[in-house]
Nanobody, 113 residues
Framework: QVQLVESGGGLVQPGESLRLSCAAS????????MSWYRQAPGKEREFVAD?????GSADFVKGRFTVSADNAKSTVYLQMSSLKPEDTAVYYC?????????WGQGTQVTVSS
């Protein structure tokens, strides 16, 4: 059974950094495609970046965000820097395998002065 639990969100000021975590159970990283998405109020959920880099990253990332993983902890991270108010959204971890996507509950990131 796949379970994804995001954490690390919060309120930060523009220009600051934040690291999100996604604790995964029932997932082997070399068998699942791990990625991050986000959804801003009133907007559709959008792709941010994936772990392998094969899926690339969204244009708005522009080198500011990095995805990494700690296999021993079964955790995927999204390191975000130079945050902007337009980065405000709920951030979701996603595990994909065989055309089936699994989602966490999301963690809120608010960038505001």
């Amino acid at each position: 059974q796949v379970q994804l639990v995001e954490s690390g969100g919060g309120l930060v000021q523009p220009g600051e950094s934040l690291r999100l975590s996604c604790a995964a159970s029932g997932v082997t990283f070399n068998r699942y495609a791990m990625s991050w998405y986000r959804q801003a109020p009133g907007k559709e959920r959008e792709f941010v970046a994936d772990l392998t880099g094969a899926g690339g990253s969204a244009d708005f990332v522009k080198g500011r965000f990095t995805v990494s993983a700690d296999n021993a902890k079964s955790t995927v991270y999204l390191q975000m820097s130079s945050l902007k108010p337009e980065d405000t959204a709920v951030y979701y971890c996603c595990a994909l395998r065989g055309g089936v996507r699994f989602w966490g509950q999301g963690t809120q990131v608010t960038v505001s002065s």
